[in-house]
């Protein structure tokens, strides 16, 4: 019973920022955390090691990756969680989707604190 | 939903990628100068040897400045790799002309990235550079005044000499 308490109070404390079909980033309240859930993964992520993971999707150059007479794949470390993933290209598109969504939904949550409830919060104090 | 990424990141991104930018510059700055303390070094110009290890120190310092900077604003900071820096000289003049040259792309830079600060409205970060624009006008002061010791002196064996004994006591007295 106290776990499902628990397991329900965690639930409700994550909030889904941004979904495309195979993948989807959460943001944990109570943790402090994002979830990244890609293939059957998850991957959890402090904000800058968030922001450093997106800079390296982002870099990745498509263009190049097709003309190379290389196997069409990427290598991409994540240092934080001493972890290496390969990625197709389709699944790099798919993260860069993902990230461009996910990162336009915390810069309106961002600007909803910063010019609604923190103003608030300030004029409500003085 | 909790503002994390505002309480947990404070700096925009595209101001720490300039910034680790910038600690790769100042880092290939400090190697720069300890080349040149070594080339002064051996061909016996002690006091010069002495102010680029000085200088090199310097830098290494103002790459730590930029380091803590960003560790302190939970940004992830890089330790730079560093590219090749010139070890040949003609001579003790052309080395003081490429300090100078140095100094004077390091302060565009700085100014580069207090233009993007102010960009961005990123104020914290403006004035935190607040420091190393001015550090950068004495760094220029000094670097020019030594070329200018060239200029005076000429570049005989005397004047080298001259410049030994006065290279240490160069100072900026900030305007005064
Ligand atoms: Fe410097």
Redesign the interface.
């Known amino acids: 019973m106290s776990e499902n308490l628990a397991e329900s109070h965690t639930i409700s404390s994550r909030?889904v920022l941004f979904q495309t079909s195979n993948a989807s980033i959460t943001?944990c309240?109570a943790q402090?955390?994002?979830i990244l859930s890609f293939n059957q993964d998850q991957i959890e992520f402090?904000?800058?090691e968030l922001?450093?993971f997106r800079?390296k999707i982002q870099k990745i150059d498509l263009t190049k990756l097709l003309a190379s007479d290389t196997p069409d794949i990427e290598i991409v470390s994540m240092p934080h969680c001493d972890r290496l993933f390969v990625f197709t290209i389709q699944e790099i598109l798919e993260l860069k989707d993902l990230f461009a969504g996910t990162f336009a939904m915390?810069e309106l949550?961002?600007l909803i604190?910063?010019e609604i409830?923190r103003k608030g919060a300030l004029i409500k104090s003085n | 939903m909790k503002d994390i990424i505002r309480s947990q990141s404070v700096l925009k991104e595209e101001i720490i990628e300039r910034i680790n930018k910038q600690i790769k510059i100042e880092a290939t700055s400090s190697s720069a100068y300890l080349a040149m303390a070594g080339w002064c070094d051996v061909r016996g110009y002690d006091n010069c040897a002495k102010f680029f290890f000085k200088q090199s120190d310097e830098e290494r310092g103002h790459q730590l400045k930029f380091f803590h900077y960003l560790a302190d604003m939970e940004a992830e900071a890089t330790s730079p790799t560093i590219d090749e820096v010139e070890h040949e000289f003609s001579s003790l003049k052309s080395v003081f002309e490429k300090a100078l040259e140095n100094e004077i792309s390091v302060t565009e830079s700085i100014h580069d990235l207090v233009r993007l600060a102010r960009k961005q409205g990123d104020i914290a970060t403006e004035e935190f550079l607040r420091w190393f624009v001015q550090e950068q006008i004495e760094e220029e002061f000094v670097a020019r005044k030594c070329v200018e010791l060239f200029d005076v002196f000429g570049n005989e064996k005397l004047a080298i000499g001259m410049i030994e004994e006065r290279i240490l006591s160069i100072e900026y007295d900030g305007g005064e």
């Open positions: 909030e943001q309240d402090g955390k994002y402090r904000a800058c922001i450093s800079r915390l949550n961002s604190h910063k409830i």
